[in-house]
């Protein structure tokens, strides 16, 4: 079965009991967080009991968690009173982590010249482990709801964005993410062997861009370009997606590619 949604996971590895017993690690912040995931992959309002199967807390310590996140506003009750959601402050973190991020304030007059350019889809992702987060996301005259989104992600392995950072790590460092990433599919075209992400990443070093063709999504072109800390370290990427029905891929990439690989150049080394 193909997946339905393309929301990643990060890949982050459990806390050790070592890392949980330092002196200076408050376990009851980690719980809190815990509450706060369990809605990563809802699908609408969570009952009290699902929270705590989610969260991975026993349903009383569930209790006095979402009670205190409700009564500070980052929980708050479904109008139809079917469960409780996200609140609306959680959006204010939403906004400090964009405004202050660096590379998010110097990359977005570059990326709205570039979508002015190519006239396509143009999102900055950040690297997360096993997959990219979208902080950027500028769309042109085809929208979906999924496609609007700030904090949407998709997994490394088998994006444009994805191929385009792991090319500027080293093979074993490649190897690593993909070993550790669920493979399974999401169109019929996804590459799901190890052996066939390390050939797109070689292919993407060696071209200097990466290019994905129904990956996420049928029917979509996506070129992907990396970005760079002061370090040279690969931090995030461009993407720029179209549409097969549109474009053949000799004539998107000349159109795509050269503009691309500027703005990647100008928001580098930040």
């Known amino acids: 079965m193909l997946k339905t949604t393309t929301r990643a996971e990060s890949g982050l590895r459990d806390l050790t009991e070592e890392q949980r017993s330092d002196t200076l ?7 809190a967080m815990n509450v706060l995931s369990a809605f990563h992959h809802a699908d609408g309002p969570l009952s009290l009991s699902e929270i705590a199967q989610r969260a991975g807390v026993d349903r009383s310590g569930a209790q006095r968690m979402v009670h205190t996140l409700r009564t500070l506003g980052y929980i708050r009750r479904d109008a139809r009173e079917n469960g409780f959601l996200p609140g609306i402050r959680i959006l204010d973190h939403t906004l400090d982590t964009l405004r202050l991020d660096p590379l998010v304030r110097f990359a977005t007059p570059v990326l709205l010249e570039l979508r002015k350019s190519v006239r396509e889809r143009v999102d900055l992702s950040l690297f997360d482990d ?6 950027l996301r500028l769309q042109t005259k085809r929208q979906n709801f999924y496609a609007t989104l700030v904090g949407h992600s998709v997994p490394t392995y088998c994006s444009s964005g994805g191929w385009a950072i792991m090319s500027k790590l080293e093979d074993d460092q490649v190897r690593d993410i993909v070993e550790r990433t669920d493979l399974r ?3 019929n075209e996804t590459i799901t062997t190890v ?5 797109k990443v070689t292919e993407t070093r060696d071209n200097g861009f ?10 979509e072109i996506a070129a992907g370009f990396p970005v760079l800390d002061a370090n040279g370290n690969p931090v995030g990427a461009i ?10 891929v000799e004539d998107y990439i000349n159109h795509v590619v050269p503009l691309g ?3 990647a150049r100008a928001i580098s080394y930040y």
């Open 195 to 199: 052996e066939e992400v390390i050939e």
């Open 185 to 187: 599919p999401f169109t």
């Open 130 to 135: 096993l997959r990219v987060l979208y902080a």
């Open 239 to 248: 993407h720029i997606a179209g549409s097969l029905s549109e474009w053949t």
């Open 210 to 219: 990466a290019l994905a063709t129904s990956q996420i999504v049928s029917g």
């Open 25 to 31: 690690f408050v376990r009851s912040v980690e719980k």
């Open 261 to 263: 690989q500027e703005a």
